[in-house]
């Protein structure tokens, strides 16, 4: 059983950081694991980056949520539980 802990990049963009985040999680003594990066815009550049890198990824589009923001929220909440983070 691995005791590293399984976690989610969450993007905007170009996700400037996560790329860092997904390599550093590749070292044999990294305590997590990326199981998966999830996007609030469906055209966010980190996606591409993170498909490449063999990260699963996932979009919750903000717009059709207008201004409920729990309900936003909410989905996202779904997805990360569907991926076991």
């Known amino acids: 059983m691995s ?3 399984r976690v989610a990049i969450l993007i905007s963009g170009a996700g400037s950081n ?3 985040l997904i390599d550093a999680a590749g070292l044999s003594d990294a305590p ?3 199981v998966l990066v999830l996007a609030n815009k469906p055209d966010a550049g980190g ?3 993170a498909e490449a890198k063999g990260v699963p990824t ?3 589009d903000h717009a059709p949520f207008g201004k409920d923001r729990a309900a936003h929220e909410q989905a996202i909440q779904t997805v990360l ?3 076991g983070v």
């Open 18 to 20: 996560m790329a860092a």
């Open 58 to 60: 996932a979009v919750v």
């Open 81 to 83: 539980e569907a991926h």
């Open 47 to 49: 996606l591409a980056v």
């Open 32 to 34: 997590f694991e990326v």
């Open 3 to 5: 005791t590293r802990r």
